[in-house]
């Protein structure tokens, strides 16, 4: 029995905008998955410390609306490679202060100029026009939650 149902699924925002993010992140993700063994909460984990420095997990879930048990799971795998230190805060038991090791910086730092070279590259398909209203279209769509 044939279905026979219009929802544009392929023009549904939400799909349209999986879809982008999906295919537009494959190649990012090859690498710090090839060289690093790194999941996509783990390159945002490092990514957070690299930029900001020291931060508690709570911190990092608030900047980049990921769910703590995610960021729980990143950080524990992060500290067995050797790419984080987690130190206990003096006040708050509960509380670790998460900050990369050499290690980690070095990632982060060859991570980060795949990133920049590949956000170049994507971001030449589009006119410059394209570009900015993709992206201020983006910041809008991503501060409703």
Not at 20 to 47: C, D, H, I, P
Not at 88 to 105: F, M, Q
Request: aromatic share 8%.
């Amino acid at each position: 029995m044939e279905k026979n149902d219009d929802f544009p699924l392929q023009q549904f925002l939400p799909y349209l905008l999986n879809q982008a993010a999906e295919e537009s992140g494959l190649e990012f993700q090859r690498v710090y998955k090839n060289r690093y063994g790194m999941l996509r909460t783990e390159w945002r984990v490092l990514f957070h410390l690299g930029m900001y420095g020291q931060m508690t997990a709570k911190e990092i879930g608030q900047r980049s609306k990921m769910h703590k048990t995610k960021i729980s799971r990143a950080v524990q795998r992060l500290a067995d490679r050797r790419f984080l230190t987690r130190d206990t805060d003096d006040k708050d038991r509960r509380v670790e202060h998460l900050a990369l090791t050499t290690a980690g910086e070095a990632a982060y730092r060859d991570l980060r100029q795949v990133a920049e070279k590949y956000d170049a590259k994507l971001s030449a398909t589009l006119s410059d026009e394209e570009n900015r209203i993709l992206r201020q279209a983006l910041w809008k769509l991503a501060r409703m939650g």
